[in-house]
Every structure is written in structure tokens, then in C-alpha cells.
């Protein structure tokens, strides 16, 4: 792809990195562009309000620049996402005559770590084997595991086990080498290098050619050159003519944190393999036939060497281009008779809160109210749909019934109905919405205001009142990335949303 910033280098990837003018907020320059207003990056790392963060992925800088901007992450994204379409079409559209590529529907895919390789295929998977997917890429590490079902006429996978992930992507490499530097020059010496075209060259170096071809070997040298920043010489730890030497044990310090956390995710999916499978009873080996390294930092040789050192009984395996592999594995998942994820696992508890029978045995510890219709105490109890850790086959719809009273005068807004979908990540799925065990996840908007009275059911309520009661179905259904919650009502659908996993 031929960025912005970038031009003729044909990278796969472009930084997440926006920057706006101070006395224009609606300008900005974006991706590997120079850059010269109030900057922003790695924003997406800021989305993941319920992931965990290691020390070094504070944001800090990126959170203090969004509240001086008075914007949310939410607008940064949309602003990046929205230059990245443009400029996607427009790079698409100059390849071909004048009006060609209109003709044509298009599709964007957003992906999510469920990808897969021809290589791993061809070259190791058989039937029943199990295999660990890590996306390594720039903020985040996401993994996840898939067991062969089917190899032909058509890849068919199964989510073995929960995905897991975290805060441990290659920027933070990048983060350590300019730490280095600081403890070498100092802060108020680095605060001008910033500012000038040296550090950018700089940076793009161990970006781009240092980090990807380290081997993780101490007698390895890498330069990096600040052209023309005139550096004091520090020539003990490197430094000479504004050229840093950096051997390989002190590259190994900017990726030693990073890498840890990896393996630790690693063997975190590792283990649940192995205890599942143990579990049982699968005739299949315990463990893994391979580790399959994608994503940007998937490519990293030092990575991939760690991995194969920490795993020495599973193939590490690093397809070509690991850069676009989850670009790939996004356009195969839209190719059903090329491959296919069957079954997926829930990360959480999903469900909703509804109205039931007071128990005075069972329900003391609960609030109750009264329901004038049926005449009697009620509290609130969940309904889940799908268990933590279950395993749901994709486009299988989860389905319970329910029912409103609405009493006489019935108003036509009455009739638009907010269901919330809540989730939980307890181990025992709680029997009653709580604070701190249950949390709102998303709310499914239903209009029913086309529906006639003489059509609903009715009842007298114990408190002498015409009640109407609508009845109605909740569903949820596993999609690829995640569930369509939808309230339908005979086999009509008047309202549904779609979330993720997440």
C-alpha cells in the first residue's frame, strides 16, 4: 500500500498516529505524514478500557493530548478511520481506468484475531490437531486456539479453548529504545532531538530494519544513525558522531518485557489446551502441533526464536508476510468454501435481568416489588443465554420468551421496548443483576408501535385495570466476531444489535 508519508516504500502497515492543528481542530495530518500539531497515537490501546495494562503502557501522553484537544478516543478513531477510507478508495480507484472501481460493491472488513494460514495447513495440520494463533501486532498480543475438524474440500475449525490477550505489542520495543536514549542524553537533550528530522530517521530505522532483523544475540550490532543532530559522543555506551551502536544485549533490554508478556500469554493458552484436552480424554496429543505467529511483530526473528526456546516441543511456525496475514485470514472468512470457524468460545456470561416470582425462601436477600397485574411480589433474576467458557456453534440463535403488561390507556410509545443485554465474567453465573457481578453490555432499541390492540392479549389485573400483554422473544445468535442480540415476536424481527466477543 503506498501511504501517505511514506510514499514508494510499499508498506503493509501505516503508524496509528494522528495529529491536529491547535487552531483548527477539524485539521489534521494522520499516519507516517510529518507532523506538526497536538499528537496522538496508539489510541487504539485507550479503547480497551477492561484490559489489563503493564507498566509500560501507561498512554499517559496520548490521554493528556486528547483532554488538551477536548476530543474522546472514540473521535480520534473515527477521524483515523475516516482519512483511511478516503485514502484507501483514492489509492484503489488510481490503479484503474476512471469510474472502473465504481461499479463495483465493496466490502471493509474490521478483523479480529481469528485467523488462519495456508502454510500451517499444508505443512503440519491434520485432522484433530490443535494450534495456537498469536497475533502480535503493534499495541496488542491476541491469541487464540483452533482444533482441525475438516481439511478438505474446506478448512473447518473449531475455537478450542477462551482467547486471551493483552498489552504487549512492538510499540512498547520502541518505547525502551527511546528510554535507552534518555538515560544516554538525557531528557532535556532528547526534548530538542524530537523536534528535529534526526529522531524521526532515527526511530524509522529501529522500526523498520533494527527490530524486525534482531536475532536476539549478544554479538550482534545494529546502527542508528541521527543524521546531522550533532550529539555529544558517549562513546562507553555507543554513541559516536551521532551514531548509536547498540549491540545485542542492550537491544535484548528493549525487548525483554514485551517478550515475557507474550510468552506469557502463550503458555496461558498453552495450559488451557492441555486441560481441556486432558479433560477429555482426547486421543490427539495434549499439546499443540504449532504456534502460528502472525501479525506485525509476528514477523520478529527474536520473537519467534523466544517462543521456540520457551515451547521447544511445539512448532513455532512464522508464515510469509506475517505482516498481511490477518488481512488475508479477514478475506477468508468471507470465502466459506475456503475455510470456515464452526465453533466459537465465550469469553463471559450473557444474558438478561427480567421480572419473576418473589420467593420468601429463596429471594430474602432481594429486593421485590410489586406487579399489580399478576397480583403478587417480584425480583429481578437473570436469564442467560450462554455460559462462560461454552462452546456455541456459529449462526445457532438462543432463543426464551418473555412478555410486557402494559396497562389501559396503551400509548403508542409504550410500545418501544429497550432490552439490556448484560454480561458477567464470575465464574458462577450470578442468579440476580448486581453490581460488580453483572454489567450492562448493550441495550436492543424494538418498535412495535405497528402492532393493533385487538391483536395482543389481554387481562384483568388484581388492581380492577386492563392489561395488554405483548409477548415477545430475546435471541441471541454467535456471528463471527461475536452475538446478534434481537427481539422478535413470531418470527419477526423488530429490533437487533451486534456485539463483540469482548
Known amino acids: 500500500m503506498n501511504w501517505p508519508g511514506l510514499e514508494g516504500l510499499n508498506q503493509p502497515k501505516v503508524p496509528t498516529l494522528i495529529s491536529y492543528d491547535p487552531e483548527n481542530p477539524g485539521s489534521f495530518t494522520w499516519g507516517a505524514q510529518e507532523h506538526a500539531g497536538i499528537t496522538v497515537e496508539h489510541f487504539k490501546l485507550l479503547l480497551g478500557e477492561d484490559q489489563g495494562k ?3 503502557a501507561t498512554g499517559r501522553h496520548s490521554a493528556a493530548n486528547l483532554k488538551r484537544l477536548g476530543k474522546s478516543v472514540e473521535e480520534v478513531t473515527r477521524d483515523y478511520m475516516k482519512a483511511l477510507y478516503d485514502h484507501a478508495l483514492s489509492n484503489i480507484a488510481s490503479r484503474y481506468p476512471s469510474g472502473y472501481v465504481n461499479g463495483f460493491q465493496k466490502k471493509f472488513i474490521l ?5 488462519w494460514s495456508d502454510h500451517a495447513k499444508d505443512a503440519t495440520l491434520k485432522v484433530g490437531d490443535a494450534f495456537v494463533v498469536c497475533d502480535a501486532g ?3 498480543a491476541d491469541l487464540i486456539s483452533y ?6 474440500p474446506r478448512l473447518e475449525l473449531t475455537e ?10 512492538s510499540v512498547f520495543v520502541n518505547k525502551y529504545f527511546e528510554q535507552g536514549l534518555i538515560d544516554m542524553i538525557g531528557e532535556d537533550e532528547f526534548h530538542i532531538l524530537k523536534k528535529k528530522f534526526a529522531w524521526k530517521e532515527a526511530r524509522e530505522r529501529f522500526d523498520h530494519y ?11 550490532t545494529h546502527l542508528v544513525s541521527f543524521p546531522m543532530a550533532k550529539l555529544g559522543n558517549d562513546i562507553d555506551n555507543g554513541l559516536e558522531d551521532s551514531c548509536w551502536s547498540l549491540k545485542g544485549r542492550e537491544i535484548k533490554r528493549f525487548f525483554a518485557p514485551v517478550v515475557f508478556d507474550i510468552e506469557r500469554l502463550v503458555e496461558e493458552q498453552v495450559q488451557r489446551i492441555r486441560t481441556k484436552r486432558l479433560s477429555q480424554g482426547c486421543s490427539q496429543s495434549h499439546e499443540p502441533r504449532a504456534i502460528l505467529l502472525v501479525g506485525g511483530f509476528g514477523a520478529s526473528m527474536h520473537l519467534k526464536q523466544s517462543l521456540q526456546q520457551k515451547f521447544p516441543l511445539i512448532e513455532v511456525v512464522q508464515p510469509p508476510d506475517a505482516w498481511a496475514t490477518i488481512v488475508k485470514g479477514a478475506v477468508l472468512s468471507l470465502m466459506p468454501d475456503k475455510a470456515i470457524v464452526t465453533t466459537s468460545i465465550s469469553k463471559k456470561h450473557w444474558g438478561v435481568a427480567a421480572s419473576c ?3 420468601a425462601t429463596l429471594d430474602s436477600s432481594q429486593e421485590k ?6 397480583g403478587e411480589y417480584k425480583v429481578f433474576k437473570m436469564t442467560w443465554f450462554v455460559s462462560k467458557e461454552q462452546e456455541l456453534d456459529r449462526n445457532k440463535k438462543v432463543s426464551f420468551a418473555f412478555e410486557r403488561q402494559l396497562p389501559e390507556p396503551l400509548n403508542r410509545d409504550d410500545l418501544v421496548f429497550h432490552d439490556n443485554l448484560m454480561t458477567s465474567n464470575v465464574v458462577q453465573a450470578p442468579k440476580y443483576p448486581a453490581s460488580g457481578l453483572t454489567k450492562e453490555h448493550c441495550i436492543v432499541k424494538a418498535d412495535l408501535r405497528g402492532l393493533k390492540k385487538h391483536n395482543l392479549r389481554t387481562k384483568w389485573g388484581h388492581d380492577g385495570r386492563l392489561y395488554y400483554i405483548v409477548d415477545y422473544d430475546l435471541t441471541l445468535t454467535a456471528i463471527s466476531a461475536g452475538f446478534q442480540f434481537a427481539l422478535e415476536r413470531k418470527g419477526r424481527k423488530f429490533g437487533s444489535m451486534e456485539t463483540k466477543w469482548e
Open 54 to 56: 503493564p507498566s509500560y
Open 111 to 115: 478483523t479480529v484475531p481469528a485467523v
Open 138 to 140: 503493534g499495541g496488542t
Open 147 to 152: 482444533e482441525a475438524k475438516k481439511l478438505s
Open 160 to 169: 478450542l479453548v477462551e482467547p486471551n490477550g493483552g498489552m504487549a505489542g
Open 210 to 220: 533494527v527490530k524486525p532483523r534482531y536475532r536476539g544475540t549478544d554479538d550482534e
Open 357 to 359: 416470582p418473589y420467593d
Open 369 to 374: 416489588h410489586y406487579n399489580y397485574c399478576d
